[in-house]
């Protein structure tokens, strides 16, 4: 295994080095600059400016010069609000990775335990129930999901107060967050849980009077992990960097929300910063879960 994540981790770099270069030439060929709609910023001024942060210098020089940077740890300033952006990151990533984290742990639990109710109870009521909702819920786009949320419990229930400084509760936009990849869950789970039910080693379990809860966990469940576990990876990676819409909507100012302030501004440090970070943390997300194969199904071997 230490081979293959050695070999992993190099295939990282080359990965990041060209989502850097893709990110950084894209960006720079859009017409247009980071000055350009400040109406009270003079020629002279402009020029210093672009002087001040290496705009003035040609584009490939300017990639190198920014590579340069980022292995000494340095990600720069925010050319609009002059805060370093390893700290607007973090504190934007903070909110962001408590909303998804809960978001995440409740996603994967109820879709569990509910693709399995329905996988047992094929047929049935609670089944055609579930399918019913996780089918509406996987149809049902994010922003209108949340909206509704928004609007019925926090509006006309008010049950929920709406999101603040003081008031951050996390009930509303958790749910938000969870429904899309909870229903997605759930129908993989019960996929999977019907074809491992039906395998030959379920049977010769049964046969033995294994009993039923240890035939579902032991066997059952636990082999119908895998194709969980490849949806769970990218799925983790993609919450905890935040949902835009449902920050937006909840007024959550997590990183999501600072990723397209930096394109609208044409902050392009911002832009650079919160693109690396994503990229570093979608990779190794899918890292760590080709290793959670190997310990979930040791037959599974990494090359």
């Given amino acids: 295994m230490g081979k293959y994540v050695v070999k992993r981790i190099f295939l990282a770099v080359v990965t990041m080095f060209i989502v850097c270069a893709i990110t950084f030439f894209a960006m720079n060929a859009i017409p247009g600059g980071p000055f350009d709609g400040e109406k009270a910023v003079s020629p002279e001024v402009k020029a210093a400016l672009e002087q001040r942060y290496n705009l003035d210098k040609p584009v490939p020089e300017q990639f190198v010069l920014y590579l340069k940077n980022i292995l000494h740890g340095d990600f720069g300033i925010s050319l609009k609000t002059g805060r370093d952006i390893k700290t607007t990151i973090f504190e934007s990533f903070s909110i962001s990775a408590k909303l998804g984290g809960m978001a995440v742990v409740v996603a994967l639990i109820l879709g569990l335990f509910f693709g399995s109710i329905a996988a047992l109870t094929r047929n049935k009521l609670p089944d055609r129930l579930i399918v019913f909702f996780s089918t509406l819920f996987a149809s049902l786009p994010s922003f209108v999901f949340a909206t509704l949320l928004l609007m019925v419990f926090c509006v006309q229930l008010g049950w929920v107060p709406v999101w603040s400084v003081d008031n951050q509760n996390y009930v509303l936009p958790v749910i938000a967050l969870a429904a899309y990849p909870m229903a997605y869950i759930t129908r993989l789970t019960k996929t999977s849980m019907l ?88 990779i190794s997300v899918n890292l760590i879960t080709d290793i959670v194969y190997k310990i979930v199904d040791p037959r599974i071997k990494l090359d």
């Fill in 195 to 282: 074809d491992a039910l039906g395998q030959d080693y379920v049977r010769t379990a049964r046969a033995k009077g294994v009993a039923q809860w240890k035939v579902i966990f032991k066997h059952t469940l636990r082999n119908a992990l895998i194709p969980v576990i490849t949806y769970v990876g990218p799925m983790t990676a993609s919450i905890l960097t935040g949902s835009l819409v449902v920050e937006k909507i909840f007024t959550i100012g997590g990183l999501g929300a600072k990723f397209v302030d930096g394109i609208t501004n044409r902050d392009y440090t911002l832009i650079m910063g919160t693109t690396i970070f994503l990229a570093v943390l979608m």
